[in-house]
């Protein structure tokens, strides 16, 4: 006779790597109101627009041995918007070689800045791979350092390199930028096309503390803050981001 399935959903529960997916399935095997909480899900509409997740790098491929005691991630509630960085570094890399490059940006951050961890939420080398920055969770609405005054809500993607004027874009690039905002943006039915209100909690922003500004969902930092990042060629492809992510989402 075999064991009945809540046994068996516990005996899965087994610490590890390859069982990190599966948490959320063994808490609910555990719980006495999993059933009533899966019928409760199931419920809920999905949401109309929401895109699939692009794969993406988990920070310990290119964190190794190098992390920094730091206090537990912050989270808001959603993201609402999108802002897009460039890191003003070199473009000549090899993609193999950005694990390292994201290691001296975190290396950087932490130590020079003194900041907790590094401040993007993800980065995209030019072969449009994705990498997780910021701790707390790829699939989580986590608190970014990335836009001074407009880190609540929002998720900073920084592009691997420097785009000023005359500088060309890869579009391995710009498309995983537009999957990867597609996704985060879906996650809150919010098109990549339009705006959002967003309160600033920082007089060193474009907005005094406390003042409520409408902005693109899909930003670039200037947007945001005095600065020429993402650097102008970079800006200059984010109407053809916004669509492209839009129509990742399903919208027409």
């Known amino acids: ?3 009945p399935r809540p046994a068996l959903l516990a005996l899965a529960c087994l610490p590890g790597l390859a069982a990190v997916l599966a948490l959320v399935m063994c808490a609910v095997g555990v719980d006495r109101t999993g059933q009533r909480s899966a019928r409760q899900a199931a419920a809920r509409p999905a949401l109309p627009h929401q895109a699939p997740r692009p794969p993406i790098v988990p920070r310990a491929r290119w964190l190794e041995g190098d992390a920094r005691s730091q206090p537990p991630a ?5 993201v609402a918007a999108v802002f897009v960085h460039h890191t003003d570094s070199p473009n000549g890399y090899d993609c193999a070689d950005a694990p390292r490059i994201i290691r001296y940006l975190y290396s950087g951050q932490t130590g ?3 900041w907790d961890d590094i401040g993007y939420n993800f980065l995209v080398d030019r072969c449009g791979t994705i990498y997780e920055g910021r701790a707390g969770g790829i699939d989580r609405p986590v608190t970014g350092a990335h836009t001074q005054g407009f880190n609540h809500r929002t998720t900073g993607i920084a592009a691997l390199g420097t785009f000023t004027t005359g500088v060309t ?5 710009t498309d995983a930028i537009a999957a990867l905002a597609a996704w985060k943006l879906g996650l809150a039915d919010t098109d990549p096309r339009g705006g959002v209100r967003l309160t600033s909690s920082n007089s ?3 907005y005094t503390a406390g003042t409520t500004a409408l902005l693109p969902a899909l930003a670039g930092h200037s947007d945001g803050y005095m600065t020429s990042c993402p650097g102008a060629a970079l800006a200059e492809r984010l109407p053809a981001i916004r669509e492209l992510a839009a129509r990742l989402q399903g919208r027409h």
Not at 74 to 78: M, N, Q, T, V
Not at 169 to 173: L, Q
Request: glycine share 6%; hydrophobic share 35%; aromatic share 6%.
């Open 1 to 3: 006779m075999g064991l």
């Open 74 to 78: 912050r989270y808001d509630d959603r």
């Open 112 to 114: 020079a800045r003194d």
């Open 169 to 173: 874009v890869p579009r391995a690039m």
């Open 204 to 206: 060193l922003s474009r």
